[in-house]
């Protein structure tokens, strides 16, 4: 039963590392097309078929959307998490969570000043918008720290984990859209956070496994020394 189990987690872990390396791929590709301007009709068309969708009720809810996917308010809510998960013992959870979130805020900020692609100007924005376009913030930010939300809560409540899932998902893809519907970022800058944060994700959430199995084998190995000592 262990060894089945053991083949499973392997199985899974080699599919987070196929998937990760495509999303790699996938930004390295989305970045080149960007730094050669390959992408401005791509963009542009998307961008202004959303601009014939604006009524007022739709910008009031895609200005709610958007405001869950700001950097600073997901800094709070990772932040939250840290100290709540610190005070109750689960000490891997609540450093994963903190580097997670760090991670994910100073790479994109790295990233933006790298590329230093301008915002879209194709209307006047509802929202007031500062530094630069590529990758999105809020898609590489949200992407990693609800990803790694709905990541906890579906191994903490396991029947109800393709539900966490999706919703996550449906969560996280929404509040991209709304940073499109608003004018305040490309269509490509949304793809390559999506595939710069699920990286990261990936990358977190494989290293917290790495470390708990391994934590778990040495205690097995000392319950194992300690029950043949007696």
């Not at 970022?185 to 977190?204: F, K, N, Q, R, S």
């Amino acid at each position: 039963m262990r060894s089945k189990i053991r083949s499973l987690i392997s199985i899974i872990r080699l599919t987070g590392l196929a998937v990760a390396a495509l999303a790699m791929w996938g930004f390295a590709t989305i970045a080149q097309e960007v730094l050669e301007k390959e992408t401005y009709a791509f963009d542009t068309s998307i961008l202004l078929d959303l601009r014939k969708l604006h009524t007022p009720l739709l910008d009031r809810v895609m200005l709610g959307f958007t405001f869950l996917g700001e950097p600073n308010l997901l800094l709070v809510i990772c932040l939250s998490l840290v100290i709540i998960l610190w005070v109750r013992k689960h000490r891997s959870e609540a450093t994963t969570i903190a580097i997670a979130g760090a991670g994910a805020i100073g790479l994109n900020l790295l990233l933006k000043k790298l590329f230093a692609r301008a915002r879209p100007q194709l209307w006047e924005r509802a929202v007031d918008v500062r530094f630069y376009s590529f990758p999105s913030g809020h898609a590489m930010v949200s992407m990693v720290i609800y990803g790694l939300l709905g990541y906890f809560l579906a191994s903490r409540f396991p029947k109800q984990r393709w539900w966490i899932y999706s919703l996550t998902i449906l969560l996280v893809a929404v509040i991209g859209l709304s940073r499109l519907y608003l004018g305040v970022h490309w269509p490509t800058d949304i793809i390559a956070g999506y595939t710069a944060g699920l990286v990261w994700l990936l990358a977190c959430i494989l290293s917290l496994e790495i470390w708990k199995q391994s934590r778990s084998s040495t205690a097995t190995s000392e319950e194992k020394f300690l029950s043949e000592d007696s």
